[in-house]
């Protein structure tokens, strides 16, 4: 199983005026600089680029097709487009900027290009740009996106990304994302309520009753007064009637939810920095039942994050000062919090990699789970992977093995439903971890949550949520 691993950050989504239907959607390198529709014809100029840090300007000109969505790169080089305009039928121009910095002006002047063709066959041309000795010309000032959109729309906000996304039993979808700590959508679609929070929510664990849930604030890293500071943390438990906040959880620590399907809630601290962190034990009730400690929680390497699981599972490092050292998966029981080890996370003996822990899923007494692997030295092809391991001893039953990232992992019982961030969901047999299907979404996918009735909510990084029928396939 094979996509690509990149990200692409950069994205540029094309809708339709009349309703805002999404129809096309473009994964770009470089950030849009600016776009353009042709007079006449279904197409769309689109210049991107950006200052690499150093010394290069890097860009692309894109030739979009709206009837197909086919995408085109349509120069010879790579070069930073700061400005497509359609004069007529037959006349693009550009303005490119200089390849480096060494040129004086480059960062806010660039050259003037008037290209003229029959652009309904432009798509069997290359188009080479000669600078020779063409005098700079100032590049306009450039509108943000959002000054755009608010001028067209007045009552537009930006969605972020959702991080999460839960379905309730009278059909509400609830989703937490960027500067949103919780908000909740009706079945016709329409949005009941929100908590706004600066930083935004990252895990939703609803209580056994419906009745509220337990959302996880964990801010990033920023930059404070010059120093990379990482806030505290918090959770917040919120009515799902009516959005209120019932209590805050203010444990002065960036954390992460673990879950069992019972309502059981572990909140593990996630600095790397504190000697002897410690794993709260919050009960149905949402009262803290006790505490263990499982060191050190080293970036990527000790997250595991399982859905469907009737117990709480975690990475666990023999000496979590170092991602070095072996690590483990282990179970704690509650409420006395005792850890039982099960098996390495390593499957292979003798090799001398890194492992990245990621989504989990449990499913017919196994666990499915997704992440990275690196070499100590080097570069390692095929470095995602997802594994099922049979509990409790870890045996391997299938391995799959690839350049592709796991964002989320779902199952139904004899499927396992991967989402890859290339913008995919692919559908497994949980058996033998063959391939049934796969599928392109309209976006980048970050979370996801799989009903008994085969209705699958994924929440995307462009801050959309999609309801699809996986029966369907």
Not at 12 to 30: F, K, S, T
Not at 294 to 307: N, P
């Amino acid at each position: 199983m094979t996509a690509s691993r990149r990200w692409r950050r950069w994205r540029l989504g094309i809708y339709w005026a009349d309703d805002l239907r999404l129809e096309h959607l473009l994964r770009l390198r470089w950030p849009a600089r600016s776009v353009a529709f042709h007079p006449s014809l279904p197409l769309l100029a689109v210049g991107t680029g950006d200052y690499d840090g150093g010394y290069c300007f890097d860009g692309e000109l894109l030739l979009v097709d709206l009837e197909s969505g086919w995408t085109r790169s349509m120069l010879d080089a790579e070069r930073d487009v700061r400005l497509v305009e359609w004069l007529d039928d037959r006349t693009l121009r550009l303005l490119v900027a200089p390849r480096s910095e060494d040129t004086e002006g480059a960062h806010d002047h660039g050259y003037e290009f008037v290209l003229e063709r029959d652009w309904g066959g432009a798509g069997e041309h290359t188009i080479s740009l000669n600078t020779g000795d063409k005098p700079l010309v100032e590049a306009p000032v450039r509108r943000s996106a959002e000054a755009e959109l608010l001028e067209l729309s007045p009552g537009w906000t930006r969605r972020r990304q959702v991080w999460d996304v839960a379905r309730v039993g009278d059909g509400r979808v609830l989703a937490v994302l960027e500067r949103v700590a919780l908000e909740a959508w009706s079945v016709s679609g329409e949005r009941e309520w929100a908590v706004p929070d600066e930083a935004g929510g990252r895990q939703i664990a609803v209580a056994p009753d419906e009745r509220s849930a337990m959302v996880n604030i964990s801010e990033r890293t920023r930059l404070v007064e010059g120093r990379w500071t990482r806030p505290s943390g918090h959770a917040l438990r919120v009515s799902l009637a009516d959005g209120n906040v019932l209590e805050t959880f203010d444990i002065g620590a960036s954390m992460v939810f673990t879950t069992r399907e019972d309502g059981w809630l572990a909140l593990r601290d996630v600095r790397y920095k504190e000697e002897r962190p410690q794993t709260r034990l919050v009960s149905p009730e949402g009262i803290e039942a006790g505490r263990v400690a499982l060191g050190r929680c080293v970036g990527g390497h000790h997250v595991l994050r399982v859905r469907k699981s009737p117990e709480l599972h975690f990475i666990q490092g023999r000496n979590s000062a170092s991602p070095r050292d072996d690590t483990w998966v282990v179970s704690v029981g509650v409420p006395d919090g005792e850890v039982r080890r099960l098996f390495p996370l390593e499957w292979e003996a003798g090799v001398d990699r890194l492992i990245f822990g990621g989504p989990a899923v449990r499913v017919d007494g196994a666990l499915v789970h997704g992440g990275g692997l690196a070499a100590r030295r080097g570069r390692m092809a095929d470095s995602e992977y997802i594994v099922r391991r049979r509990l409790p001893d870890g045996a391997v039953d299938w391995l799959l093995r690839g350049d592709f990232t796991v964002t989320a992992l779902e199952a139904d019982g004899d499927t396992v439903y991967a989402a890859l961030q290339a913008g995919e969901i692919v559908a497994l047999n949980a058996a033998d971890g063959t391939v049934r299907w796969r599928t392109e979404i309209p976006g980048t996918p970050l979370s996801m949550s799989l009903d008994r009735d085969g209705r699958m909510l994924i929440g995307t990084a462009e801050g959309r949520i999609l309801d699809c029928d996986v029966t369907a396939h």
